[in-house]
């Protein structure tokens, strides 16, 4: 039987194996976005979080991402997209295969657990864990990310051939972001429970020696700055759209006959100006926003709606539910909240913890505990969790301001 208990975020001054004995706080200071480390040992006697047959199952199921590369001398690479029939997935029994599948964590619990290893990084930057097959040979080809990338070998063997790359152009006539030229600076064979972290836009070109292998892949968002903005912009602009007050339109009462029709009017650049100050100039709606897209749910993700049977006990939450924090909000699935008081305690406890204990529950305020139970039937809590020391009393939690909208989650090659 599985446990409910939820590893808690390592201690930002405790030496982690994971980390190759250094601290959290050592290893982001020396490595992160700055060089890669090889972890030998990362975790001993490692055990993959899927089989072989469950992670091909996965594949088979609509709603989850999936992708088959195959490189052979006549075909040169091709790639394919799931849902896979069964029969599909029977050229993995050929070399150089390889079945990438997105989000895993989302899916299966035991990878959700281990997800959770890595949260000496904020919840906000954590992305999915992304799973690989491959058979002898098997790869995407020399790539490039702009994020930072933990590469956990969890079954088989693979070498990995890295490098600053000198040339970012890519291959043409090929299906993947494959680069051009590649010259590799160093090569590392990780075997089961070795791990690889690379910064951003290091190249790297992972292929399986020796036969099959499965690869763990831990990605963290990277949000690029003008697509943060048209996000953002976008949210905003929906609340003042909501707003009949402050979606005024253009007017030009004393607009005068012009000799030049082709200028565009001094008043309506200013006009433009003003609409875009309006956005950068309300710091708490930006702030409800920013929180309200880090927390959307990925596409395709539902959550199971339950009965409201719930007795104040404890709670624990789905390994779906994405929920964060900020000193004036709570966020979760896409929505926010003002929080205060004790009542904010609880819940940035909850977002922590990804669980509370009954007697945590029993004392939060009535308002925080009618929201946990809209939480339970919409199946983003569940009842039920270990033993966690928390504590609440007198406070409020209320909706916030800003509105959710979709957004999607990258890929990884």
Not at 174 to 189: D, I, N, T, W
Request: with cysteine; charged share 25%; aromatic share 6%.
């Amino acid at each position: 039987m599985a446990s409910n208990r939820m590893p808690r975020a390592p201690h930002p001054d405790r030496p982690l194996a994971l980390l190759a004995g250094l601290t959290p706080k050592q290893f982001l200071r020396r490595h992160w976005q700055r060089k890669p480390l090889v972890i030998r040992g990362a975790i001993p006697a490692f055990v993959p979080p899927v089989t072989r047959a469950a992670l091909f199952a996965l594949a088979r199921r609509a709603g989850v991402e999936a992708r088959l590369v195959a490189h052979d001398g006549r075909k040169g690479w091709t790639l394919a997209h799931g849902p896979f029939a069964k029969s599909a997935l029977r050229v993995l029994g050929g070399p150089r295969r390889t079945l990438l599948v997105q989000g895993v964590d989302l899916h299966d619990e035991a990878a959700h657990t281990l997800l959770q290893r890595f949260r000496f990084v904020p919840d906000a930057r954590l992305d999915d864990l992304m799973i690989s097959w491959a058979s002898d040979g098997g790869g995407v080809g020399p790539h490039v990310d702009s994020y930072d990338v933990f590469l956990l070998q969890a079954q088989g063997w693979r070498r990995w051939r890295i490098g600053r790359p000198k040339d970012v152009s890519l291959r043409r006539g090929v299906p993947l972001k494959m680069l051009r030229r590649f010259a590799a600076e160093q090569e590392h064979v990780l075997g089961p429970g070795d791990m690889l972290y690379l910064p951003p836009n290091w190249a790297h070109d992972g292929v399986a020696v020796g036969g099959e292998c499965m690869t763990c892949s831990i990605g963290f968002r990277a949000p690029r700055r003008a697509e943060l903005a048209v996000e953002l912009a976008q949210r905003l602009a929906d609340l003042d759209a909501e707003d009949s007050g402050a979606d005024r339109p253009y007017a030009d009462r004393r607009l005068a006959a012009t000799r030049r029709p082709g200028r565009v009017p001094a008043a309506l650049q200013a006009f433009a100006v003003d609409a875009l100050l309006r956005f950068v100039t309300r710091p708490r709606e930006i702030a409800a926003a920013l929180g309200e897209l880090l927390t959307e749910p990925k596409t395709g993700v539902s959550f199971p709606h339950r009965a409201a049977r719930w007795s104040r006990g404890a709670v624990a939450l789905d390994r779906r539910t994405r929920i964060l924090y900020d000193d004036e909000h709570v966020f979760i699935n896409g929505e926010s909240y003002r929080a205060s008081g004790d009542d904010a305690r609880l819940m940035r406890r909850l977002a922590d913890d990804r669980c509370l204990d009954a007697h945590a529950v029993r004392r939060a305020s009535r308002a925080a505990r009618l929201l946990l139970r809209e939480w339970v039937v919409a199946g983003w809590l569940r009842p039920g969790a270990p033993r966690v020391t928390t504590g609440a009393g007198a406070g409020g939690v209320r909706p916030a301001a800003a509105r959710a909208q979709r957004s999607r989650g990258a890929k990884r090659d």
